[in-house]
Structure formats: structure tokens, C-alpha cells
């Protein structure tokens, strides 16, 4: 905060930024719209095929008919000469939209409906293979026209070839209709490729609307509302996605309640002596003519007070090291009924003043390879518990055994017992059953959680029987060779 502007941290993403909008565009041209263009020209040009072979089958028919016409009026040998043939041959040039060169067996061209070539004479390569039978049928695709020649019988029974009949007849006609047909189909086509376009536009924003939810809900989340559910309806993926990062946050939520209570059980924890020491030292200073024997015993409570504070504050170091990824494990070989030895020795007094009895029961001498002031920490720690939670009169019983592969240490108490439904969470820092007893007693809430994290660093296990009232049994089981 500064100035009492809050500055938001933006995290820019990096590479490029492509919309999804722009893979779905392409699909559609892709699948949608090429597909659609290669359709229709491939249709457009087998429709102008069609329609120009079937004219030129039809040409060919009508030119047949004719043809039989003029052998049957003997038109060659000029019996029909009155222009009823002749205005036939002009109809059907005009219907064709063409021309009908005859020629006769001399090559000249006796009628042209062009009236331009008349006796002049005609020997192309088509009349010549039509006199000698072969019918022909040519189309030129540039110049858009066709030419058939047909030969012309005589009407003898021998049945000679007099004459051919040459018909060129253009295909402008249909190539227009063609290019009508070509340009209505192209505006529909634009017209579908814009509500293509437009349906798309539509399709990809109803798709991405859960993704643009999510994410707003995930702006929200990152200004900190923490508690807002993001949880989205929608298709599967998206329902996934959003539960997937739902629990993300939810453990993220844990963690930040978690170390909010941790820092501030740390603030508490850390307070207390302090206040101790300041209500001891302020008493002391408000009176006057103070005792020596009374300063003395102020003075002893005060240095109690900041041995407490510094074991809280051991504790915690102790754990945060511990809690690092790369923690050390300083190994050595370790006899570890000693150990145990001088741990009860060091907290003899305590149990003495408590009233406590401490027994040590070795079943076996065990030397392994620890570590050995975290282990020592850690055994401290269960046999400190086992001290503090018990009653006057009360017994503890630390047994040290091993079989071939691991040592064990029971520490059990006559002590006041751990309920069945905390007893999974008493390993949690700062988690006390008693907050009040725990206080009181000088603990730090942070003994188990220690004594668990040792455990783990060595590969072992702890376990935990109690019940209230009763007395509390935790076991410690620990590999005699270090397992790497
Ligand atoms: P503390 O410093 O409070 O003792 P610990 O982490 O060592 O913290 O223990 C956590 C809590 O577990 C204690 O506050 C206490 O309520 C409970 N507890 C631990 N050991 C025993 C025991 N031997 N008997 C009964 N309760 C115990």
C-alpha cells in the first residue's frame, strides 16, 4: 500500500497470446469453406460438360435426320432444288446457332448458310474421312464452338457417300447460361460464408462464455477473495478444470490459514514471557527497600521467563530447519540406551519436582546410526509430554528394544491421556489439546511436530495409544542402518 493505493502485482503471460477464436476460424475455412468453393466449381464444370455434350449429341441426331432427309429428296443430284431442303438446312443452322456447309463429292460446297464460300471448295481433313465413312465430332474448348461432319448417302441400294454435311455451331450460348448459373451460385456462396463467419462468431463466444466465467471468478481469487467458488457449470472439461483448481485453491486457503494461525500462534507464544518478564520486573521496580531474598527469587522467575522464551524460539528454528528440503542429517554411530540415559538424567528434576517417577527398561543394547542431538531432541520431547501431562504419583516408562532391522523406543505415561479425536492432530505445530495446561506448563506446542519431523528424517515411524485418563503411550521405530 502506498499513499493508500493498493498496487496489484500483474503476472503477463508469456509467448504469444492466440484467442481460441482463431484455431475454430480456421477449421471453419478448413472444413466449411474450401470444401464448399471445390464443390461448386467441380460441380459448375460438370454441369457445362454435361450440357455441352448432350448439345453435341443432339447436333449429331438432327444432322443424321437431315442428312437422310437430303438422300431421300436426292438433294445432291439436284432433284430437290425448290428450297424446302434448303430452307430446312437454314432453320436448323439458325436453331444451332451455327453454320451447314454441303459438300459434294467433288469437294465443292454446294450450300452454306453463310452464302459466303458457295462453289468453292472444301477438303479438309474431316471431309475426307467422312467420304471414306467415319462421322466426326470436334469441340474447341478455347473458341467454345464444335464441328461435326456427316456424310450425306446417295439413295441407290449400293448406298455411295454423294456428299457431307459440315455443321460448326457455337456453345456461346451455353457457356453464358453457365456463367448466369456461376455467378447466382457465387453469391450464395459469399452469402454462406458470411453466415458461416457470423454462426461461428456465435458458436465460439456461446463456447468460451464458461472460460471467460472461470476466469473472472479467478481475477477474483487473485484480488484475494479467496472464498469465492469457482465452480463452474458448462461442459465436462471446463467442470474439471474448475474443481481441479477449486481444490488447488482450497489447500492454498488451508496453507494461508495455516500460516496466518502459525504466525500469529508465534506472536502469541512469543508475547507471553515477555509479558511475564515485564509484570515481574515492573512489580520489582514499584517497590522500595526490596529484600535480596525477594530480588533473588524475581530475578529466577524473570530468567525462567527467558528460558522459555528461548526455547520457543529454539523450537521453532529447530523445526524451520528441519522443515527444509534439503535438511542435513549429521550420522553417527550411537548407543542409544546412553542416550536415553542422559536424557532421563537431565529430566530427573523435573520429574522429581513433578512427582513423577522415571523408569528406563532396556530390553536390549542397541547402537545405531542417527543423528544424534535431533534424536535427542525428539526423545526429550515425547519424555518432557510424558512429565508434564501425568499426575502426582505418576510413572513414566521408557523402554528401549530392536530386532534385526530397527530399534524402538515406547515412552509410556500414567498421565491424563490424549482423546481418540485429537489424536491424529496433536502432531500439528502448535496444536495442544489443553491450550490452557500446555501454557502453563512451559510447553511450546511445537515438541511433537519436532519429534515427528526427526522420525521422518530418519525413515522411521511413530505411534501413538492412549486413552483419556489412562495414560499415553507414544513408540518411536527407527532403522538401525540409515536408509539413504
Ligand atoms: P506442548 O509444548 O504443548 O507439550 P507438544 O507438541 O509436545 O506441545 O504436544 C502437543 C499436545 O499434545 C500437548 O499440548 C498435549 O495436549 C498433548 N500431549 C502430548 N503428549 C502428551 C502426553 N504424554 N499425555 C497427554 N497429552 C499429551
Not at 2 to 9: A, D, L, Q, S, V
Not at 77 to 85: I, L, P, Y
Not at 276 to 305: H, K, N, T
Request: proline fraction near 2%; charge should be neutral; charged fraction near 25%.
Amino acid at each position: 500500500m502506498e499513499n493508500g493505493i493498493k498496487r496489484w502485482h500483474i503476472f503477463r503471460l508469456p509467448g504469444s497470446l492466440v484467442s481460441l477464436k482463431i484455431p475454430v476460424a480456421a477449421l471453419l475455412v478448413l472444413f466449411g469453406v474450401i470444401p464448399m468453393i471445390l464443390c461448386t466449381q467441380v460441380l459448375i464444370g460438370a454441369l457445362r460438360q454435361s450440357q455441352t455434350d448432350a448439345r453435341m449429341v443432339e447436333v449429331q441426331n438432327q444432322c443424321q435426320i437431315l442428312s437422310s432427309k437430303m438422300t431421300r429428296a436426292g438433294y445432291l443430284r439436284g432433284d430437290a432444288r425448290d428450297g424446302t431442303m434448303d430452307s430446312e438446312i437454314q432453320a436448323m443452322a439458325d436453331v444451332y446457332n451455327g453454320r451447314i456447309v454441303v459438300v459434294n463429292r467433288d469437294f465443292r460446297i454446294v450450300q452454306d448458310t453463310f452464302h459466303i464460300a458457295e462453289r468453292r471448295f472444301l477438303v479438309a481433313e474431316e471431309v475426307v474421312r467422312c467420304f471414306q465413312g467415319e462421322s466426326s465430332s470436334k469441340y474447341n474448348k478455347e473458341k467454345h464452338y464444335f464441328a461435326q461432319a456427316v456424310p450425306i448417302y446417295d439413295n441407290t441400294p449400293v448406298k455411295g457417300i454423294e456428299g457431307v454435311l459440315v455443321i460448326t455451331a457455337s456453345t456461346e450460348g451455353i457457356m453464358t447460361l453457365m456463367d448466369a448459373v456461376y455467378d447466382k451460385v457465387l453469391f450464395m456462396q459469399l452469402l454462406m460464408i458470411l453466415i458461416l463467419l457470423l454462426a461461428a462468431a456465435a458458436v465460439v463466444n456461446i463456447l468460451l462464455r464458461p472460460f471467460r466465467e472461470l476466469q473472472k471468478k479467478l481475477n477474483q481469487v487473485a484480488a484475494g477473495a479467496l472464498d469465492t467458488d469457482i465452480r463452474t457449470k458448462g461442459y465436462k472439461e471446463i467442470r474439471e478444470i474448475s474443481h481441479a483448481v477449486g481444490n488447488t485453491i482450497s489447500k492454498l486457503r488451508e496453507v494461508d490459514q495455516s500460516r496466518q494461525e502459525f504466525v500469529s500462534n508465534v506472536s502469541h507464544e512469543l508475547k507471553t514471557p515477555i509479558t511475564s518478564i515485564r509484570v515481574l520486573a515492573d512489580s520489582l521496580m514499584g517497590m522500595e527497600e526490596v529484600p535480596v531474598q525477594l530480588y533473588r527469587e524475581f530475578m529466577e522467575d524473570i530468567s525462567d521467563e527467558i528460558d522459555r522464551e528461548g526455547k520457543i524460539i529454539d523450537d521453532l528454528l529447530a523445526l524451520v530447519k528441519m522443515d527444509k528440503s534439503e535438511a542435513e542429517i549429521n550420522l553417527s554411530q550411537v548407543d542409544i540406551v546412553t542416550l536415553v540415559k542422559q536424557i532421563l538424567k537431565r529430566l530427573r528434576p523435573i520429574a522429581n519436582r513433578r512427582k513423577v517417577e522415571l523408569i528406563l527398561e532396556s530390553i536390549r543394547g542397541v547402537t545405531a546410526d542417527v543423528d544424534e542431538m535431533k534424536l535427542s531432541l525428539a526423545i526429550s520431547n515425547l519424555v518432557e509430554n510424558a512429565i508434564k501431562y501425568n499426575s502426582a504419583d505418576g510413572w513414566v516408562r521408557v523402554t528401549v528394544d530392536a530386532d534385526h532391522k530397527f530399534f524402538y523406543i515406547k515412552v509410556a505415561d500414567s498421565g491424563i491421556g490424549i482423546p481418540e479425536e485429537e489424536q491424529d492432530r496433536i502432531f500439528e505445530r502448535f496444536y495442544r489439546v489443553d491450550k490452557a495446561r500446555s501454557r502453563q506448563t512451559g510447553g511450546s506446542g511445537l515438541g511433537l511436530a519436532i519429534t515427528r519431523r526427526v522420525v521422518l528424517m530418519h525413515k522411521g515411524a511413530i505411534r501413538l495409544s492412549s486413552k483419556e485418563g489412562e495414560g499415553s503411550t507414544f513408540t518411536l521405530r527407527i532403522p538401525l542402518n540409515y536408509i539413504a
